[in-house]
């Protein structure tokens, strides 16, 4: 009796101290809810919301809801003259980027050396540099009187103009976003077992064949998370294309700061929706073929 | 059958390949150091003009630098902000990761999406939000709405890193621990946190580079005098291509080389850690 006793109690001891178990987890989370609730969900709310608000003269703005901020991004030529370069200017850096990531991550994943954490290290180090630094020395390389320039005259060349047009601004986006690129594509290509490319040129397949056929279809969701990393941060980026680029080269995120900068908050918010939108499609296409976890795993 | 030349003929041909491979690898090497590089040459220049190779060297523009009472500021902000944002981001990160892979969390997946998203999300679109946020809260232009601003991004990297720390490390041990009398919390605090305390360090590197180099947050919530040192530097560029900073940049470089080395290390020790750990 006694014993069964103890029993229960040692059980229901258990239960009371598995309950309050249970519960921590969701305490160690609550400081990470609150800081995103509050300054990431509550903001994007609020951006949501004053999209559809009517701008008043003065600056101001008020509760009438409406659609013309996104008529007016969507119908005036101007705008969507910038959505269409924003858009384009990112498809071109992607395109880029993988063409010149690709042959180069095959190429130091397949390389076998003792020295590749040295190697890889040179990879990661631009990654790691600040990007007004890098966009500085792009000015510095391909301003009128700049070095590549002085080069070019050697030969009697140029000068070529290089900045405040589409060139530098798609010089600069490339070399800021090719690490974005060459790590996954990395990580995927060395991740294939090599085996299975042996075993394609056993059976007769040849060294292209064997690419096309294993290696190459085996890499893709390091190119496609590569790509899609490239895409978005290309279609948000605003220090590249407002120094290397210049005001002949206005991008989405200058706009919205524009028009920030002008007043005109609800127009700069249906703006920024826009943006968010692409990027929400990208990532839940992303998501359905390859798999939204896989972002994580670049650094 | 195959005939002794096309034999020969493979053999020759893939180190034809691979070394039209190598060339392109060392042009790609040049394309992605270079910029780094030619900055940092140029910083010790004599030359008043940006002209590479210098004609000659001196500490004139690091010398510049230093006496701009405007720049020193922007880089005391700029060092108090990443400082406070890392210690914010890798004090909650920290929690997050333990909650997500040491319990069973219902809504896991919803919280991972979460977190995940200030690093999707375009900064410029966040910056918007906070900058409309913070106007309204009369905190526009504090270090503080930066501070917050830099944790909310910083977050991804640190769940992300320590919690690929937390697996790597054996749920056996501080079960071990629990077994000889430990509570959850000793045990965690004792045993698991010690094991992970590189992976930790290597997010607070992350953090920090990510607060350090972060531009369109300050761009949108600085004010008069808690101006970011990228925002200061892009202020000054908007005029002319300042030559004073190319020593900024190299500074920058260095702290940058600095923390990259170090997180390599880092990764580099807990990945020798979890060898340890599989031996015993």
């Known amino acids: 009796m006694s014993q069964a006793a103890t029993h229960i109690e040692a059980v229901s001891k258990a239960r009371a101290q598995w309950r309050w178990r249970a519960l921590i987890p969701y305490a160690l989370v609550v400081p990470v809810l609150v800081l995103i609730a509050v300054f990431f969900l509550y903001p994007l709310g609020t951006v949501m919301l004053y999209s559809f608000y009517t701008r008043v003269a003065g600056g101001s703005m008020e509760a009438v809801l409406t659609l013309e901020n996104y008529a007016r991004a969507l119908t005036r030529p101007l705008y969507l003259k910038i959505i269409f370069r924003t858009l384009r200017l990112a498809a071109v850096t992607t395109v880029i980027a993988l063409l010149l990531a690709y042959p180069f991550s095959y190429y130091l994943a397949r390389l076998k050396t003792d020295k590749k954490g040295l190697i890889l290290l040179a990879v990661i180090f631009p990654f790691w540099t600040a990007i007004i630094v890098r966009t500085y020395a792009w000015l510095i390389i391909l301003g009128s009187k700049g070095i590549l320039n002085n080069i070019l005259g050697l030969f009697g060349l140029g000068p070529l103009t290089l900045i405040y047009n589409e060139t530098g601004m798609l010089i600069g986006l490339v070399h800021i976003l090719l690490p974005y690129m060459i790590l996954p594509l990395y990580a995927s290509i060395a991740g294939i077992n090599e085996s299975l490319e042996e075993a394609a040129r056993t059976l007769g397949a040849g060294r292209l064949s064997t690419f096309w056929r294993i290696t190459f279809p085996l890499s893709l969701p390091g190119a496609a998370t590569g790509a899609m990393l490239v895409f978005i941060i290309t279609i948000g980026a605003y220090l590249t294309p407002a120094l290397l680029g210049g005001p002949s080269q206005i991008v989405i995120p200058m706009l919205i700061t524009e028009q920030v900068a002008l007043l005109n908050y609800p127009f700069a918010a249906a703006l920024s929706m826009l943006l968010l939108l692409i990027v929400l499609v990208l990532s839940g296409l992303f998501d359905r073929f390859i798999g939204l976890e896989r972002l994580g795993g670049i650094y | ?280």
């Open chain 2, 1 to 280: 059958m195959v005939s002794t030349g096309s034999v020969a003929l493979m053999a020759r041909r893939p180190r034809w390949r691979v070394n039209l491979l190598a060339l392109f690898a060392i042009a790609m090497f040049v394309f992605l150091l270079a910029p780094s590089a030619i900055v940092t040459i140029l910083s010790f220049s004599s030359s008043r003009h940006l002209e590479f190779p210098p004609p000659g060297f001196s500490l004139e523009w690091y010398q510049k630098i230093m006496s701009d009472a405007n720049l020193t500021h922007s880089m005391g902000v700029s060092l108090r902000i990443a400082v406070a944002a890392t210690v914010l981001a890798v004090i909650i990160g920290t929690l997050t990761a333990l909650a997500l892979t040491r319990y069973t969390l219902r809504g896991g997946t919803v919280l991972r999406l979460i977190i995940l998203a200030p690093f999707i999300v375009p900064y410029v679109v966040q910056a918007v939000g906070l900058f409309r946020v913070f106007l309204v809260l009369g905190l526009r232009g504090t270090v503080l709405s930066i501070i917050i601003g830099h944790t909310v991004i910083a977050i991804p990297y640190v769940v992300l890193v320590v919690s690929a720390g937390l697996l790597a490390v054996p749920k056996s041990l501080e079960e071990a621990a629990r077994v000889l009398g430990a509570n959850g919390f000793t045990a965690t605090v004792r045993i698991t946190l010690p094991l992970i305390k590189a992976s930790i360090a290597a997010s607070a590197v992350f953090a920090f580079i990510a607060s350090w180099d972060e531009f369109i947050m300050a761009f949108f919530l600085a004010g008069a005098g808690t101006e970011t040192l990228p925002l200061r530097m892009f202020m000054l560029l908007r005029d002319f291509i300042d030559p004073r900073l190319t020593a900024i940049s190299t500074f920058l470089i260095v702290i940058n080389l600095a923390a990259v080395l170090f997180f390599s290390w880092l990764t580099m020790r807990t990945r020798g850690a979890e060898s340890v750990v599989e031996e015993e």
